[in-house]
């Protein structure tokens, strides 16, 4: 069982996505139980091998589908890093499809079933990017993610019809570059396969062909991940999508396309060549732009999400700050606040979602005595405003250490001065809201769903509230052990020497 | 001798503990007050618990995890940090009843919040005073900003809106640059263990990058130490309740400033170091400044905390000073001082918040013949300023004298001069409300409505009066601050002979 446990982890909830319009058909609950179930055993599965892989020292494990021996089959390629990725996704996929369920109470079988087979296809398409090592496999994943994306974001009400399309003309054309990117490189060498790429790209670095399909490669990775200034489509679609599925969609679908730029950027095309290099330069810039721009526009914001959104465009703007310093301290800042922020910023949409059940608008002036209402979201936003933020002991703060880290070595000195700006205007932006909710006035917001029992919320909603706001002091406790026990063991060949 | 020990980190955990029990006693008003009470002696019975060790040049030392890949979370006693740290949680206990009896007299909101959040700051002000490397000092360093920040939000209106604030940009603004001076400083060092002495030196970087690095670490210690033009949260923070001024606001948020500037000074950089890279004049420079002009707006203030505010800005620079003329008598000068302000100031403060929970005063132009009313209070409160202004057998005069003798030693005697003048303007800004509780009546008649008495908080005043007359009488006298005082400035200066001293 175990030597499987790598393909378990994207198989079983395609196939529950699938038969899940089925079971719901039979009873109204009963394909959601289904994709929860699944989606529990794929972190099952994604503990084995992420167990497995530390337990061989993060020598990687390959998995041949049907067999087939690469580079003509498909193979998965686990090594440290993407299984504590795939871990990290699969968590909170199951945190958030639990917590779906009360907002699908009162639909009927359809609209549960519809929303459960989305929800597990987004899984499927996230994991499958991050495990895959094939990039045209890669393709394929990364449409589903996307497709099941923007059916999640339709499902949000009036105005996410607009926003859902409008991410799918702009990531169609991020998907299309990257198919493009990858034409190149078969073009160059004939290969689809990672390992194979990697060992054949060295002769073609220099030619115009491989800095076209490394541009085309960023573009589409770019969109996908809202990289400024391609994030155009980001503060709608996170605003407007389905509330109960906004933290899994906030939290992790930027977090799979980055995870394959930086096994692009770091394990296939190295980065110690001219092209590359320049390559890195420009993603530090637009990573620079996006924490600066996206700080102050997450500033003027007056819908929670709306600020969110934004925030995220730093976010990512710090992730790909860490990708372009070229050393190990910078890419282990990148991961490790990969990490952080898929689930601090989970965890914020996780209490937005709460608020929007609660009473139906999440205007930022209209928090106040939220604290006396929804104990567990007020504790868990302010842990995640922290951790935002970066101060100790919550886990933001240490990946914020490695990338200043990265930044001095690097002799970024301009990086560090970007790290504490956008930590300052986080700050500002955080702590209103912190002030908002412990002192202003009660504002007077109707229920929607009425008081429901001590917690505020329902169970289903509580208990994962709950456990991300612990995860995130945990990350912060343990952000030592990821690092020795975890990411140094998968760190690319660059650093090694 | 180094023995492993985790009594360092049960000191913090005690507080931590006691704030979350404190969380969940909303409802149980004398249980909830018990588990900070109780906290608050098990903590200071711990920290006394090794204090002889340290005397006997023990370190006691536990490393509970690691922070990062390289660098461990681990608490390390060592004369200095043991000043602060039996300091703080010596003065706790009795500023507990003192709260107790405050918060209900004045029938404050939100006081489960209060409790919590102070027991919070005494856990972050115990690692501050015991980290062993300055990352952990930096984490405590910002639970300490994050506890203290609902403490001064308490009142909840607008001022105390604007007045947190204050707070949060200046002590976030500067707990920034302090992180970017530590990675630079273990990215040049390697390491980031405090070292008496120092640990860095001037082989690993070039000049101006040391003097750069010194200047931000020293930007964010100054803040917190509210030396001139960094000071402005200060007064603003007196929105808060009077104990947390007492305590925070005069012994353990600012005490944390100074003491960052001592850590960084004596055992980062170190007198040899910093006297060859130039720059540390400009520090001595802006404490002198300070404590003049503090003292000249003191003089100003009508309202007596901010009086006391303004007072605490210049007394802190005194230390600073002292720490910045690198000389080993200035610096056991100026953790004599850390302790003597924290005594007289934390008694001043009581007195104030006592003559505001009974009286509903808070200009000194309104303390008509108080004296009469409130003699003890009003006795204590004479007795800390004149300790302020230097008078001897009071503790404050202990440590101006070795504070006066650190100069001379530096060969920089103009120093001298700065702190007489500063001494008699300290007489000058706090006897007249002396002279006004004892010798004005009330014209008026006025103010005639006087709130309850609570031994609560008179018994806690006499308390720490008694302490800064024995500590002025008897320097060395149990708990040793003396001593510790005079190892901690023997380490950091041993070896270094340039200044012409032994």
Same mark, same amino acid.
């Given at each position: 069982?175990?030597?499987?446990?790598?393909?378990? #982890?994207?198989?079983?909830?395609?196939?529950?996505?699938? /038969?899940?319009?089925?079971?719901?058909?039979?009873?109204?609950?009963?394909?959601?139980?289904?994709?929860?179930?699944?989606?529990?055993?794929?972190?099952?599965?994604?503990?084995?091998?992420?167990?497995?892989?530390?337990?061989?020292?993060?020598?990687?494990?390959?998995?041949?589908?049907?067999?087939?021996?690469?580079?003509?089959? #498909?193979?998965?390629?686990?090594?440290?890093?993407?299984?504590?990725? %795939?871990?990290? #996704?699969?968590?909170?996929?199951?945190?958030?499809?639990?917590?779906? %369920?009360?907002?699908?109470?009162?639909?009927?079988?359809?609209?549960?079933?519809?929303?459960?087979?989305?929800?597990?296809?987004?899984?499927?398409?996230?994991?499958?990017?991050?495990?895959?090592?094939?990039?045209?496999?890669?393709?394929?994943?990364?449409?589903?993610?996307?497709?099941?994306?923007?059916?999640?974001?339709? +499902?949000?009400?009036?105005?996410?019809?607009?926003?859902?399309?409008?991410? %799918? +003309?702009?990531?169609?054309?991020?998907?299309? %570059?990257?198919?493009?990117?990858?034409?190149? /490189?078969?073009?160059?060498?004939?290969?689809?396969?990672?390992?194979? /790429?990697?060992? +054949?790209?060295?002769?073609?670095?220099?030619?115009?062909?491989?800095?076209?399909?490394?541009?085309?490669?960023?573009?589409?990775?770019?969109? $996908?991940?809202?990289?400024?200034? /391609?994030?155009?489509?980001?503060?709608?679609?996170?605003?407007?999508?389905?509330?109960?599925?906004?933290?899994?969609?906030?939290?992790c679908m930027s977090k799979a396309p980055a995870y394959a730029m930086i096994r692009f950027v770091y394990y296939i095309f190295q980065v110690n060549n001219p092209v590359m290099r320049s390559a890195l330069d420009i993603i530090g810039i637009l990573g620079v732009g996006g924490m600066l721009i996206g700080s102050f526009m997450a500033l003027a914001m007056r819908d929670f999400r709306r600020m969110l959104a934004y925030s995220s465009v730093a976010q990512i703007g710090y992730i790909a700050m860490g990708v372009a310093m070229g050393n190990m301290y910078g890419f282990i800042g990148a991961v490790l606040h990969m990490?952080?922020?898929? #689930?601090?910023?989970?965890?914020?949409?996780?209490?937005?979602?709460?608020?929007?059940?609660?009473?139906?608008?999440?205007?930022?002036?209209?928090?106040?005595?939220?604290? $006396? $209402?929804?104990?567990i979201s007020t504790i868990t936003l302010v842990l995640c405003a922290l951790s935002m933020i970066g101060l100790p002991p919550t886990a933001g703060f240490f990946s914020k250490w490695y990338l200043m880290m990265g930044a001095w070595t690097s002799q970024n000195y301009f990086y560090m001065v970007v790290l504490v700006i956008s930590s300052l205007l986080n700050a500002i932006y955080f702590f209103r809201i912190i002030e908002q909710m412990f002192v202003q006035r009660e504002a007077s917001l109707p229920d929607v769903h009425p008081h429901e029992g001590k917690l505020g919320l329902p169970v289903p909603m509580a208990i994962p509230l709950a456990v991300i706001g612990l995860t995130v002091l945990f990350l912060g406790w343990y952000s030592a052990d990821i690092i020795n026990g975890i990411i140094k063991l998968g760190l690319p060949e660059v650093f090694l020497r | 001798m180094t023995i492993v020990d985790a009594r360092p980190f049960l000191a913090v955990g005690v507080t931590l503990v006691a704030a979350i029990l404190i969380s969940f006693s909303r409802r149980w008003p004398n249980v909830r007050e018990a588990w900070s009470a109780i906290a608050s002696v098990i903590k200071f019975g711990i920290i006394l618990s090794m204090l002889p060790g340290v005397l006997a040049g023990d370190v006691y030392t536990y490393t509970l995890c690691q922070l990062t890949d390289t660098v461990g979370f681990t608490l390390r006693t060592d004369p200095a940090g043991m000043i602060f740290a039996v300091l703080a949680s010596m003065l706790w206990v009795p500023m507990n009843f003192y709260s107790i009896g405050y918060m209900r007299c004045n029938q404050e909101r939100e006081q489960t919040g209060y409790f919590a959040a102070f027991a919070l700051c005494m856990s972050a002000v115990m690692g501050i005073a015991m980290a062993e490397n300055l990352l952990t000092f930096f984490v405590f360093y910002e639970l300490l900003t994050l506890a203290s920040y609902p403490l001064v939000l308490h009142k909840r209106n607008q001022d105390a809106l604007s007045a947190s604030r204050k707070y949060l940009i200046y002590t976030l603004i500067s707990g920034q640059l302090f992180l970017v001076g530590i990675v630079a400083v273990y990215c040049i060092a390697g390491t980031m263990s405090f070292t008496p002495g120092g640990f860095l030196n001037s082989g690993m970087a070039p000049r101006w990058v040391l003097q750069a690095i010194f200047v931000l670490m020293i930007l964010a210690g100054s803040v917190k130490a509210a030396v001139m033009p960094l000071h402005g949260w200060l007064p603003a923070a007196m929105i808060a309740p009077t104990p947390v001024s007492a305590l925070l606001h005069a012994v353990a948020v600012v005490k944390t400033g100074v003491f960052s500037v001592l850590r960084i000074i004596g055992f980062v950089f170190g007198p040899q170091l910093l006297a060859e890279i130039n720059i540390i004049d400009f520090v001595s420079w802006a404490a002198a400044g300070t404590m003049l002009v503090s003292s000249l707006i003191a003089l100003r203030q009508d309202h007596l905390k901010r009086r006391l505010a303004f007072s605490t800005i210049g007394q802190l620079s005194y230390i600073v000073l002292g720490a910045s003329l690198l000389s080993p008598l200035a610096i056991k000068g100026a953790y004599l001082h850390l302790v003597a302000h924290a005594v007289m100031k934390i008694t001043l403060f009581m007195c104030a918040g006592l003559i505001i929970a009974r009286t509903h005063r808070n200009n000194i132009s309104e303390l008509y013949g108080i004296g009469k009313k409130l003699p003890v209070t009003m006795a204590c409160f004479t007795i800390a300023s004149l300790g302020i202004a230097g008078v001897p057998f009071i503790v404050g005069f202990v440590s101006k004298w070795n504070l006066a003798f650190g100069a001379?030693?530096?060969?920089?005697?103009?120093?001298?001069?700065?702190?007489?003048?500063?001494?008699?303007?300290?007489?000058?800004?706090?006897?007249?409300?002396?002279?006004?509780?004892?010798?004005?009546?009330?014209?008026?008649?006025?103010?005639?409505?006087?709130?309850?008495?609570?031994?609560?908080?008179?018994?806690?005043?006499?308390?720490?009066?008694?302490?800064?007359?024995?500590?002025?009488?008897v320097p060395d006298i149990f708990p040793h601050f003396y001593e510790l005082s005079n190892m901690a400035a023997r380490t950091i200066c041993a070896g270094w002979t340039a200044g012409g001293w032994q």
């Open positions: 069982m175990s030597q499987h446990a790598p393909i378990f #982890i994207v198989l079983l909830p395609l196939t529950a996505a699938l /038969l899940c319009m089925l079971f719901s058909r039979m009873s109204r609950n009963l394909g959601a139980y289904l994709v929860i179930a699944s989606i529990a055993a794929s972190l099952a599965s994604a503990i084995t091998v992420l167990n497995n892989v530390v337990a061989a020292g993060g020598k990687a494990i390959h998995y041949t589908m049907g067999g087939w021996m690469p580079p003509i089959g #498909i193979e998965f390629v686990l090594d440290p890093l993407n299984s504590v990725l %795939l871990v990290l #996704i699969t968590f909170i996929s199951l945190l958030v499809s639990f917590y779906g %369920l009360p907002f699908v109470k009162d639909e009927d079988w359809l609209h549960v079933g519809g929303y459960y087979t989305l929800f597990g296809l987004l899984t499927v398409g996230l994991c499958g990017m991050i495990a895959t090592g094939d990039v045209f496999n890669l393709y394929v994943f990364l449409e589903i993610m996307s497709l099941s994306g923007y059916g999640l974001i339709a +499902l949000g009400g009036k105005k996410s019809m607009l926003a859902a399309f409008r991410y %799918l +003309l702009i990531g169609t054309i991020g998907a299309s %570059l990257y198919l493009l990117g990858v034409g190149y /490189l078969y073009a160059m060498t004939g290969t689809l396969n990672m390992a194979d /790429l990697a060992a +054949l790209i060295g002769p073609h670095i220099h030619s115009p062909l491989f800095a076209m399909a490394v541009g085309c490669l960023i573009i589409g990775f770019g969109i $996908k991940m809202a990289l400024f200034p /391609l994030h155009g489509w980001q503060p709608d679609a996170y605003t407007f999508s389905h509330p109960g599925a906004a933290a899994f969609i906030a939290g990490i952080n922020h898929a #689930i601090m910023k989970s965890g914020l949409f996780l209490v937005i979602g709460g608020i929007v059940y609660r009473f139906g608008v999440v205007h930022l002036y209209r928090l106040g005595g939220m604290n $006396k $209402k929804l104990t | 001379l030693q530096a060969g920089k005697p103009i120093y001298v001069l700065v702190w007489v003048a500063s001494a008699i303007l300290a007489a000058a800004y706090l006897l007249p409300v002396c002279q006004m509780a004892y010798f004005r009546s009330d014209p008026e008649e006025k103010f005639r409505k006087y709130g309850a008495h609570s031994n609560a908080m008179l018994i806690p005043i006499c308390i720490t009066t008694i302490m800064a007359v024995l500590l002025g009488i």
